[in-house]
C-alpha cells in the first residue's frame, strides 16, 4: 500500500521548508483529519505528481491564490514556497502583476502586498527597475505577441466588439499583451500557465479559459501539463473547477486536432 503521508510530508518539506511543517503541526491541533487530508491529498498524491516541476507549479498557484483574492494566508505560504523551489521575487512580482488583467486591480495590489510582507520576513530584496517597455507601438507590439498564442485573435477581437466599441479591442491588445506580456521576466509559455492556473481557480470565464488552454498548446505547453495544471487546483478551488477545466481542455484539444 502506498504511504501518501510519508511521500506528502517529503513533498510539503521540499516545497514549503520548515513552514510546511508549522503547517500542519496547527492543524493537528485543531483537526487532525483535515491534516491528514492535506498531507496525503494535497501533497501525497497531487504535488507528487511528476508532470510539472516544483517552480511551475508553485506559479500556477501563487497566480491562482492572486486571482481568487479570498485565500490571502495561503497566498503568503505559496509565495514563501514559490521563493523556496527557485523562483526570483521579480518572476512572482510578475506573475501578480498579470493578474490585473484577469481578476483586477485590486486582487493584484493585495498580492502585491502580501509579496512586499514575505520579502521584508526573508530579507529578500526586489529590482525596482522598470520593466515597461514604453508607449510607443503598444498596439502593433501588443498585436505581435498576442499572434504567438492565437494568430487569427485580433481578427476575432474585432469581429465581435468593434460593433460594440472598437476601443474594447485596443483596450485588450494594448494594456494584455503591448503592455503586460511585453514586460519579458516570464516566458509566454509561463505566463500561459499562469493565466490557465487563474482562470480555472475563478471559475467564471469558461470561453477565456478555453481560450487560454489553446494558447497554451501554442506557447508549448502539452496536454498533460495543461491538465496537471488542473489537478493541483482541485486543491484550492476545488473539484468542479478542476474537472470543468479538464474537460475544456479535451473539447480544445480535439478541436485542434480536427482542423489539423
Known amino acids: 500500500m502506498t504511504d501518501f503521508a510519508t511521500i506528502g510530508r517529503?513533498?510539503?518539506?521540499?516545497?514549503?521548508?520548515?513552514?510546511?511543517?508549522?503547517?500542519?503541526?496547527?492543524?493537528?491541533?485543531?483537526?487532525?483529519?483535515?491534516?491528514?487530508?492535506?498531507?496525503?491529498?494535497s501533497f501525497g498524491e497531487i504535488y507528487a505528481r511528476e508532470v510539472l516541476d516544483n517552480k511551475t507549479k508553485e506559479q500556477a498557484v501563487v497566480a491562482a491564490l492572486t486571482a481568487m483574492g479570498t485565500?490571502?494566508?495561503?497566498?503568503?505560504?505559496?509565495?514563501?514556497?514559490?521563493?523556496?523551489?527557485g523562483c526570483t521575487p521579480e518572476e512572482i512580482r510578475e506573475i501578480i502583476i498579470q493578474m490585473c488583467g484577469y481578476a483586477g486591480f485590486p486582487a493584484t495590489l493585495n498580492a502585491m502586498g502580501t509579496l512586499m510582507e514575505v520579502l521584508k520576513e526573508t530579507g529578500?530584496?526586489?529590482?525596482?527597475?522598470?520593466?515597461?517597455?514604453?508607449?510607443?507601438?503598444?498596439?502593433?507590439?501588443?498585436?505581435?505577441?498576442?499572434?504567438?498564442?492565437?494568430p487569427h485573435q485580433e481578427q476575432a477581437l474585432r469581429e465581435t466588439f468593434d460593433p460594440i466599441n472598437p476601443d474594447i479591442t485596443k483596450y485588450v491588445i494594448e494594456f494584455g499583451y503591448g503592455d503586460i506580456y511585453a514586460r519579458g521576466i516570464l516566458p509566454i509559455r509561463s505566463r500561459q500557465v499562469a493565466t490557465i492556473a487563474a482562470l480555472a481557480a475563478k471559475g467564471t470565464a469558461p470561453t477565456q479559459l478555453r481560450f487560454h488552454i489553446g494558447g497554451g498548446l501554442k506557447a508549448g505547453l502539452s496536454?498533460?501539463?495543461?491538465?496537471?495544471?488542473?489537478?493541483?487546483?482541485?486543491?484550492?478551488?476545488?473539484f468542479p473547477a478542476a474537472l470543468n477545466g479538464i474537460l475544456a481542455t479535451r473539447e480544445v484539444v480535439a478541436l485542434q486536432k480536427d482542423e489539423e
Open 223 to 238: 496536454e498533460a501539463e495543461i491538465v496537471e495544471i488542473l489537478l493541483l487546483i482541485s486543491i484550492y478551488a476545488g
Open 71 to 85: 485565500a490571502a494566508p495561503q497566498l503568503r505560504v505559496h509565495i514563501h514556497a514559490a521563493l523556496h523551489v
Open 124 to 150: 529578500r530584496t526586489l529590482s525596482k527597475d522598470s520593466a515597461h517597455v514604453g508607449t510607443e507601438g503598444r498596439y502593433e507590439r501588443g498585436k505581435e505577441l498576442l499572434s504567438q498564442i492565437a
Open 10 to 41: 517529503k513533498k510539503l518539506l521540499e516545497i514549503d521548508g520548515e513552514a510546511g511543517v508549522r503547517v500542519e503541526e496547527t492543524l493537528n491541533a485543531v483537526c487532525p483529519d483535515l491534516s491528514r487530508y492535506l498531507i496525503e491529498y
